[in-house]
């Protein structure tokens, strides 16, 4: 019985958690939508960031940019690493006018263990700092330095993403950076669910293609 029992864990439940996670979590559960308007996204557009049809996970450094990029490298471990080579994946993140010098030295610390081409800075004057981050319509705050510790889960269809019922805050609007568990767990559970419910929508479009 116990060799039975030893085979389910080495070999069976593996296999369950692949299939659950590659056939598309979405068929358990979607997460939820939080603000369905954040259009204003667009006005932020750049050359170089493109919201529209992207998966963002987007951050605030400010003016306190190392401060921030110490909390950003909890989630640079925990989900940029796992997740950046995945098809429209991308971070965005916040910054002051400023910060050119800083950013560099953080894409070089990415670049040590990873590829930060996926990593992307959004340099912005205070006033739209604080618009982009109001237009959220969370319920958490800048601080005096125009930065947070916190990471917002922005769709394809620039639609806030979220939890509805959070064991612990109810409506949980972004995910703490600076806390490791925090981001290992809740955010990493939730940027999987976000990423299968677009890969079982392409698997979707594709087998009905092909009838």
């Known amino acids: 019985m116990k060799k039975y029992i030893v085979l389910i864990v080495l070999f069976v439940l593996p296999l369950v958690a692949y299939l659950f996670f590659s056939s598309g979590i979405n068929s358990f559960g ?6 369905e308007n954040l259009s204003v996204l667009k006005s932020f557009e750049t050359d170089s960031i493109n919201f529209d049809n992207k998966i963002t996970i987007l951050t605030f450094f400010g003016h306190n940019f190392d401060v921030r990029k110490v909390h950003a490298f909890n989630m640079k471990e925990k989900i940029y690493d796992r997740y950046h080579e995945f098809d429209n994946f991308q971070v965005v993140t916040v910054t002051s006018p400023n910060s050119e010098e800083d950013i560099q030295t953080f894409k070089a610390e990415i670049n040590k263990s990873s590829d930060a081409s996926e ?13 982009l981050f109001n237009s959220l319509n969370s319920d958490l705050q800048l601080d005096n330095e125009l930065s947070s510790p916190y990471a917002f889960i922005i769709d394809k269809k620039m639609k806030l993403r979220g939890r509805s019922d959070d064991e612990e805050e109810g ?41």
């Open 119 to 131: 990593w992307l800075f959004m340099p912005l004057e205070d006033e739209d700092t604080k618009s």
């Open 171 to 211: 409506t949980k609007f972004a995910y703490d950076m600076s806390n490791l568990k925090e981001v290992s767990d809740k955010m990493n559970d939730d940027v999987k669910i976000i990423l299968a419910e677009y890969r079982f929508a392409l698997k979707k479009n594709n087998a009905q293609r092909q009838k």
């Open 30 to 35: 979607r997460l939820p939508v939080l603000n």
